[in-house]
């Protein structure tokens, strides 16, 4: 399958240029104006061609709970959203479908999904999930969302402690699982890939951290987990280690090129020279971290030492949407406001590297894909500038990454097939979508969490908050 695209404006080094990019082969072949054309035409007139980005962190079946979670820290919210998990792999194929939609409307091309298994049917999870992302054709990061402790280990103990029930599985059945789910479903020539991903050091054990890592070297997969997301972790860390979580996860030899965290908020000077040292990726989840109030992650300070930044828009009962470009957005210009030297802050052009290069990064595939580049996978975004909110015309990429861009992607490619074609999907029938996410869903504004109950007062205790009982 080939096609050119004729007359898109493409960034270069002194402004934008005006050209013709050729597709062959799933790849980019040529970008050059005036080519002669091959395969299909595409008008890329008045339109801005950008790499796609990467949805570098989410947990695509929180979905189902998005804006009913109220404002609380995420080990609260956490209860809340556990007590309340979809339990039918079909929920999890349709919020799938759901967030590679969102993810498409908003100039992603790739999503990692850190995906919560149901109990006792994990491989069919997994399987919901990659019919999903097979069927609508975005490039999938499927990481297994893995532990081996049960949710209250996820708190500082504090001073009285806290008992913890024993999980579900045990640590060596759920490496067991993980390597079935290798074997069964990791395929990168039809753009599904199994990403190794225990949750946390909150709810990890060492053995687990390394059965990963030894699944990783052995099948050459990519790390993933969420670090330090909270102010609680990094004293739970403090509790479990006796030094800092990323000091620990050094140790064990957890971080590396391969490897991508989400969050990495409460890092501190030392534990950003470990993350550069060991060339680890961070996924920047803003709109979450605001949410739930975990803090404002240090992203200037890991561009400065040099570590790879891209951009997440975590699941969406944490955020509650699914849409990038305002993830990008916020999580460019929030830092302006912790470093008074604006030749810190992140300019557009860079938010659109971080969020492309940067996330091919993250996957260690930043040879195959994350920018215009001949040769590379073609999965790509062609923005319309004619959009009400991209005019009047001023500087695209600024207004683009600065505004509120809406309808503004008007075709995507992934893998050389298109996947959506004047602002539409194509792929997928997404009026059929709506209507299943209508039927088997329901208003609702009066929901209790049994767990929330349970947890609280030693939530409080702990953070010494007053009032506990
Ligand atoms: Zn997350």
């Known amino acids: 399958m080939s096609f050119t695209i004729q007359n898109a404006l493409i960034p270069v080094d002194s402004g934008y240029e005006t050209t013709d990019v050729q597709v062959a082969d ?32 989410t947990h695509s079946s929180e979905m189902w709970q998005r804006g009913i979670i109220p404002p609380l820290p995420l080990e609260l919210w956490l209860a809340e959203l556990y007590d309340f998990t979809p339990l039918d792999p079909e929920q999890v194929y349709l919020s799938a479908l759901g967030t590679a939609v969102e993810t498409l409307l908003s100039g992603g091309t790739s999503v990692v999904d850190h995906l919560v298994l149901i109990p006792g049917q994990e491989l069919e999870t ?48 759920t490496l067991e699982l993980m390597e079935a789910a290798i074997k069964e479903f990791h395929n990168p020539e039809k753009d599904v890939n199994i990403l190794l991903a225990p949750t946390g050091i909150q709810l990890c054990s060492d053995a687990l951290f390394e059965g990963c890592i030894d699944l990783g070297d052995r099948y050459n997969l990519c790390l993933h987990a969420h670090l330090l997301e909270t102010c609680a972790q990094k004293q739970l860390a403090q509790e479990k280690y006796g ?7 050094q140790e064990i030899g957890f971080l590396s090129p391969r490897t991508s965290l989400a969050h990495c908020v409460w890092l501190d000077n030392d534990d950003i020279a470990i993350m550069a040292e060991t060339k680890s990726t961070v996924v920047h ?10 803090g404002i992650a240090p992203i200037l300070k890991y561009r400065q030492a040099g570590v790879n930044v891209s ?75 004619t959009s009400l909110s991209l005019l009047p ?6 207004l683009l990454i600065l505004g509120r861009p809406t309808n503004a992607v008007d075709s995507v490619w992934v893998n050389g097939k298109q996947i959506v074609a004047e602002g539409k999907v194509k792929t997928i029938d997404v009026d059929d979508l709506r209507r299943q996410l209508f039927d ?27 009032g506990y009982s």
């Open 26 to 57: 799933n790849c980019i072949s040529a970008i050059a104006p005036n080519l002669s054309p091959v395969g299909t035409i595409i008008d890329g007139k008045n339109k801005l061609l950008l790499p796609g980005f990467v949805n570098a962190h």
């Open 126 to 173: 997994i399987a919901a999930a990659v019919r999903a992302y097979q069927e609508i054709g975005i490039r999938a990061f499927i990481g297994p969302l893995i532990q081996d402790e049960s949710l209250t280990a996820g708190m500082p103990a504090g001073e009285g402690g806290i008992e913890h029930a024993a999980y579900i599985r045990s640590t060596k059945a």
């Open 243 to 249: 030094c800092s979580a990323v000091e620990h996860l």
């Open 285 to 294: 989840n803003p709109l979450s971290n605001l949410r739930l109030g975990s």
């Open 311 to 385: 951009f997440g828009c975590d699941g969406a009962a944490s955020n509650d949407s699914q849409d990038l470009l305002e993830a990008i957005k916020i999580g460019s210009i929030l830092h302006n406001i912790t470093d008074l030297d604006y030749r810190h802050w992140i300019t557009p052009r860079q938010s659109v590297e971080m969020a492309s290069l940067g996330g091919a990064k993250g996957l260690n595939l930043a040879e195959e894909m994350g920018s215009l580049t001949v040769g590379k996978k073609a999965d790509f975004v062609l923005y319309d500038l």
């Open 393 to 398: 015309r001023t500087e695209p990429i600024g």
């Open 440 to 466: 088997r869903s329901e208003w609702s504004s009066k929901r209790q969490s049994p767990m929330l109950g349970e947890i609280e007062s030693h939530y409080r205790q702990v953070m010494k908050l007053p």
